[in-house]
């Protein structure tokens, strides 16, 4: 876990998990934003940048027990749970193995620019070439152009590219199992792989109340509505007076 802002006046701990690909410093700006009202946590997966020298784990519920183990202790504040793209998913089977233990609900969880665990799609873009991921990644415009473009960095960025996309692409939901917590549902308008529809489909995830919010731009709509998506994560965990002052653009929201 990562801190990188100091909160220790916070009333709500958040913990952020990146998409495929992506690494702890990706919610830098969320923390920024949120600190000091809300003390915020981003997940390094291993395999990149200072866990470089960890093997990949191509697996998500062996991800979340690592994360679950790492988590399950804190708790001195109310958690809520932000995961992006194949983080959301983790997020998910964190919050199922938080349940499972007994331990506190997380008050929220965020679910963005990600479809519902239900909604499957046969995806094999890990099985590709790197010429087809990287033509994954450059359509998903995450990934700094300049470092696709990199044989070098390429080489030393693909494996846990491909172990992540592994890890989503085989993970098997289980029917049944539902959270207990209320759900907040974060996605773009013009995402080429999640509908408005298949994100919508995350209510039937919860027995807690769900809002879906929906944010001009792609997949990675987080870079550039960072301060609608900031705001609304302040509305819904902190003191409206604080969040007032963390929410200077209210979000579109259908």
């Known amino acids: 876990m990562r801190r990188t802002h100091a909160a220790p006046d916070s009333e709500v701990r958040l913990v952020c998990l990146p998409h495929a690909g992506g690494s702890a410093s990706f919610y830098f700006p969320v923390s920024k934003a949120l600190a000091p009202a809300v003390e915020v946590l981003a997940i390094q997966y291993p395999g990149r940048q200072d866990r470089r020298h960890e093997p990949n784990i191509p697996s998500i519920p062996d991800l979340a027990d690592q994360i679950f183990a790492a988590v399950r202790h804190l708790d001195d504040l109310p958690m809520a749970l932000f995961g992006h793209s194949m983080g959301a998913v983790l997020a998910y089977e964190l919050a199922l193995r938080i349940q499972d233990a007994g331990l506190p609900s997380p008050v929220r969880f965020f679910a963005s620019g990600r479809r519902a665990p239900s909604r499957y799609r046969d995806d094999v873009v890990h099985l590709g070439s790197d010429a087809q991921m990287v033509a994954e990644l450059r359509k998903l415009s995450g990934t700094d152009a300049a470092m696709l473009a990199d044989p070098e960095l390429l080489e030393m960025i693909m494996p846990a590219i491909r172990s992540d996309y592994r890890a989503v692409e085989t993970y098997q939901y289980e029917p049944g199992r539902k959270l207990d917590c209320p759900v907040t549902v974060l996605t773009g308008d013009s995402d080429p792989r999640v509908s ?4 919508a489909s995350w209510e039937a995830h919860t027995t807690g109340p769900t809002e879906l919010h929906v944010f001009p731009g792609g997949h990675f709509f987080l870079a550039g509505q960072s301060e609608a998506v900031t705001g609304l994560v302040a509305e819904r965990l902190v003191r409206r007076s604080v969040a ?9 929201t259908v």
């Open 196 to 199: 408005i529809d298949e994100a």
């Open 244 to 252: 007032r002052d963390l929410a200077p653009q209210p979000p579109a």
